[in-house]
């Protein structure tokens, strides 16, 4: 599977200090590898994954290309995101 970002996913993942952006390209590599299959909620075509206690990606599954929607830096941005869904 290949990744692909989103202009925002892209602008987002760039703004991310050097050490953080390592960690967020490792958890891409392994959700290329194997998908977990967390959906955010019904209704909402999304899944999301865990890169540390704070940060999330949020990602959809196209056929066979994994489309990175988000790279959030804090639980405080992703919440925000997330709310906005409803």
Wanted: with cysteine.
């Amino acid at each position: 599977m290949e990744a692909e970002f989103t202009p925002k996913a892209r602008a987002e993942f760039l703004s991310l200090d050097k050490q953080l952006q390592k960690i967020f390209q490792k958890h891409i590599i392994k959700i290329c590898k194997m998908p977990p299959r967390r959906h955010m909620r019904h209704g909402v075509p999304c899944h999301v994954e865990n890169v540390t206690r704070q940060t999330r990606i949020v990602y959809n599954e196209e056929e066979k290309t994994l489309l990175i929607l988000h790279c959030f830096a804090t639980h405080k941005e992703y919440e925000r995101w997330y709310r906005a869904q409803e």
